[in-house]
C-alpha cells in the first residue's frame, strides 16, 4: 500500500524529515510515495489575493519537481486526508508537525479521523531549527526573554540538514488541479524551492559581507528576503544554518564575524516567537500585556478614515507611506518600515495592533502568524521581551536615519520624485514647492506621542 505525504508549509524536497520518513515507510512497504496537498477553505478565506497567487506559484513549481506527480484536493483535510487514505489503501500520512495554534487543532482532528479510518497521522520535523516547546528555562519554564532563549537556543542546537531521498517512487492519483487565484496588481517574486536556494547562494556570496551594517537600511538590498521561503516552507532554516556555519568568516571580501551572527541571531528571533505561541496560543489575537487603559483605542468614522489612509500609504508621513505602498505593490516591506509603520498606528493613530496586524498578514506574502502576530506586540509594547511602550518610533527622525538619501521613499512615493536627497522625509517644509498631490500629515506626531505616553502612564497609575 502507498504511503502519504501531506505537504502543508514543507513546499520542499530538500531537508525535508518528514518525506524521508515517507520515502522509508514506502520501500518497507514495498510501495510508492503519494504526495498530497489540501486546499483548506478556511485558510484560502483568510489570505490575501497575493498570499494565494503565491501559494499557487508554489504549488506549481512543487508539482513540476515532483514530475507533475502533486495531488491537489479541495476541502476540509479532517474529510479529505481519510478519504485519500481510504482511495489508495495508505495506512500512513506524513506530515511535517504543524506548531501553530490552528494547525495544532487541525491535526489532532485529522489524527482522530484517520484512526477511525485505520490509518495514522506519523509527524516528523517541523518548520523550525529546534521545535517550539523544546527549550525551557533552568526552573523548567518558557523563556519570556529573547537573549536567555537564544543562548539556549545554541546551546542545544539542531540536526544536520536531511539528505534529499534520491530516486522517490511517486504514485499518481487524479488530482484536482492547482488554483489559479489572480495576484491583483501585485508583483510576486519567482517562487519554489530551486529559485529561492539560488537567490540564497546569491545573498551568502554577495550580501551577507556587511550585513550588520546594512540591514537596518531599506533603501539597499541589505537582506536576505528569506521569510518567503521560510513562511512556506520551501526552505528550512537548519539549511541556512548549516550553509552560515561554513562560510568563511574575516578574509578579505568574507562576511565579519558579526555578520554571520547577527543572521543567526535574526532566525533565532523567529523561533523565539514560534516558541512564545507553542506556550500562548491566545496571542495570536490578544495582548500578553496590558500597556494602556482599554479606552485608549480609537473607534469611529475618523478613527476608520485614519486606518484607511494608513492602509493606502496616505498619511503624509512619508517613510510610513512609502512602507505601506511597498509592501501593496511587492507583498514585502523591510523590517525597520514594518516597526515604523507598526508603530504608527498603535501610538500614532492609537488604533490597536490587531487591526495592523489582520492588514499586514491579509498582504505579505511572508505572513506567517507567529512572526506577524509577535512582531506587531513587540512594536505595541504588549508581547514577550518587546519594545517598552514609551519608545515612539518618529517617522521623520527614522526616515533621516535609515533612509539617508531618501532614495527609498523616492521608489515608493512617486509624487516625491521631484525632491532631492533627505529633504524628502519633511514635505511640509519645502514651502512653496510643496509636491502636488501628496497629502499634508494625518496628524501631529508630537502631539498624539504625548497622548500615547499620557495613556499609558494612566495604565501604569
Ligand atoms: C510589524 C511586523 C510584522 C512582521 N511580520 C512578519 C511576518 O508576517 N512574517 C515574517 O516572516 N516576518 C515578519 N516580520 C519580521 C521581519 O520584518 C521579516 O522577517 C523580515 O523583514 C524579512 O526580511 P528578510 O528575510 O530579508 O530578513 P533578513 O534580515 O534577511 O533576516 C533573515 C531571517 O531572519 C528572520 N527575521 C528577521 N527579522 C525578524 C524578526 N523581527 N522577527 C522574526 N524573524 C525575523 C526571518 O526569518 C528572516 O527571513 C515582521 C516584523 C514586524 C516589525
Given at each position: ?5 501531506w505537504f ?5 524536497l530538500?531537508?525535508?524529515?518528514a518525506?524521508?520518513?515517507a520515502v522509508t515507510?514506502?520501500?518497507?512497504d514495498d510501495d ?9 477553505p478556511?485558510l ?9 497567487a ?7 513549481a ?15 483535510p479532517?474529510?479529505v ?10 495506512r500512513?500520512?506524513?506530515v511535517?508537525a504543524?506548531t ?7 491535526d489532532e482532528?485529522v489524527?482522530?479521523?484517520l ?6 497521522l506519523?509527524?516528523t520535523?517541523?518548520p ?8 525551557a ?11 536567555p532563549?537564544r ?5 542545544h542546537?539542531?540536526?544536520?540538514p536531511?539528505?534529499?531521498p534520491?530516486?522517490?517512487p511517486?504514485?499518481?492519483?487524479a488530482?484536482?488541479?492547482?488554483p ?10 519567482p ?7 539560488a537567490r540564497?547562494?546569491r545573498f551568502?556570496e554577495?550580501g551577507?559581507?556587511?550585513?550588520a551594517?546594512?540591514?537596518d537600511?531599506?533603501d ?8 518567503i521561503p521560510?513562511k ?7 539549511t541556512?544554518?548549516?550553509d ?8 578579505r571580501g ?13 532566525l533565532a ?17 490578544r495582548?500578553?500585556?496590558?500597556v ?19 492602509a ?5 508621513y512619508?517613510?510610513v507611506?512609502a512602507?505601506?505602498?511597498?509592501m501593496?505593490t511587492v507583498?514585502?516591506?523591510h523590517?525597520?518600515?514594518r516597526?515604523?509603520t507598526a508603530?504608527f498606528l498603535?501610538?500614532?493613530l492609537?488604533?490597536?495592533w ?5 492588514l499586514f ?13 509577535l512582531n ?13 511602550y514609551?519608545r515612539?518610533?518618529?517617522p521623520?527622525?527614522?526616515?533621516e536615519?535609515f533612509d539617508?538619501?531618501?532614495d527609498?521613499?523616492r521608489?515608493?512615493v512617486?509624487?516625491l ?9 519633511r514635505?511640509?517644509?519645502?514651502g ?7 497629502p ?11 497622548r500615547?505616553?499620557?495613556d ?6
Amino acid at each position: 500500500m502507498p504511503t502519504v505525504l501531506w505537504f502543508r508549509r514543507d513546499l520542499r524536497l530538500s531537508d525535508h524529515p518528514a518525506l524521508v520518513a515517507a520515502v522509508t515507510q514506502a520501500r518497507a512497504d514495498d510501495d510508492e510515495v503519494l504526495a498530497l496537498y489540501v486546499t483548506d477553505p478556511v485558510l484560502w478565506r483568510v489570505a490575501g489575493p497575493p498570499r494565494l497567487a503565491y501559494l499557487a506559484a508554489t504549488l506549481e513549481a512543487l508539482d513540476e519537481a515532483l514530475g507533475g506527480r502533486l495531488v491537489v484536493r479541495h476541502g476540509d483535510p479532517v474529510e479529505v486526508v481519510p478519504a485519500v487514505a481510504r482511495e489508495v489503501g495508505a495506512r500512513h500520512v506524513h506530515v511535517t508537525a504543524a506548531t501553530e495554534p490552528f494547525g495544532r487543532r487541525r491535526d489532532e482532528a485529522v489524527a482522530a479521523a484517520l484512526a477511525r479510518a485505520g490509518a495514522e497521522l506519523v509527524p516528523t520535523g517541523s518548520p523550525y531549527a529546534v521545535a517550539p516547546g523544546r527549550l525551557a528555562t533552568g526552573a523548567g519554564e518558557e523563556f519570556k526573554v529573547f537573549t536567555p532563549f537564544r543562548r539556549a537556543w545554541l546551546a542545544h542546537g539542531w540536526h544536520a540538514p536531511a539528505p534529499r531521498p534520491r530516486s522517490v517512487p511517486w504514485a499518481a492519483l487524479a488530482s484536482q488541479g492547482v488554483p489559479r487565484p489572480p495576484a491583483g496588481d501585485v508583483r510576486l517574486p519567482p517562487a519554489g524551492e530551486a529559485a529561492h536556494r539560488a537567490r540564497w547562494h546569491r545573498f551568502l556570496e554577495g550580501g551577507l559581507a556587511g550585513y550588520a551594517d546594512r540591514r537596518d537600511r531599506p533603501d539597499l538590498e541589505g537582506t536576505s528576503s528569506m521569510s518567503i521561503p521560510l513562511k512556506w516552507g520551501e526552505l528550512h532554516p537548519r539549511t541556512l544554518l548549516a550553509d552560515l556555519a561554513a562560510v568563511p568568516v574575516g578574509g578579505r571580501g568574507e562576511p565579519a564575524r558579526e555578520d554571520v551572527d547577527g543572521y543567526r541571531s535574526e532566525l533565532a528571533w523567529r523561533e523565539f516567537h514560534a516558541d512564545v505561541l507553542w506556550h500562548r496560543p491566545g496571542s495570536r489575537t490578544r495582548s500578553l500585556r496590558d500597556v494602556v487603559p482599554e479606552d485608549a483605542w480609537d473607534s469611529g468614522p475618523d478613527a476608520d478614515a485614519r486606518f484607511d489612509a494608513w492602509a493606502e500609504g496616505r498619511t503624509g508621513y512619508p517613510l510610513v507611506d512609502a512602507g505601506m505602498r511597498q509592501m501593496r505593490t511587492v507583498g514585502w516591506m523591510h523590517n525597520r518600515v514594518r516597526m515604523v509603520t507598526a508603530s504608527f498606528l498603535v501610538k500614532d493613530l492609537h488604533l490597536p495592533w490587531q487591526r495592523g496586524a489582520a492588514l499586514f498578514m491579509e498582504r505579505l506574502v511572508d505572513g506567517d502568524v507567529p512572526q506577524n502576530q509577535l512582531n506587531w506586540q513587540w512594536v505595541a509594547g504588549t508581547g514577550r521581551d518587546a519594545a517598552p511602550y514609551f519608545r515612539v518610533f518618529n517617522p521623520v527622525v527614522q526616515g533621516e536615519k535609515f533612509d539617508p538619501d531618501g532614495d527609498y521613499v523616492r521608489r515608493w512615493v512617486p509624487e516625491l520624485r521631484e525632491v532631492s536627497g533627505r529633504a524628502v522625509h519633511r514635505p511640509w517644509d519645502l514651502g512653496l514647492v510643496a509636491p502636488e498631490g501628496y497629502p499634508a500629515p494625518v496628524v501631529d506626531h508630537a502631539r498624539e506621542r504625548e497622548r500615547a505616553l499620557a495613556d499609558h502612564a494612566r495604565a501604569r497609575a
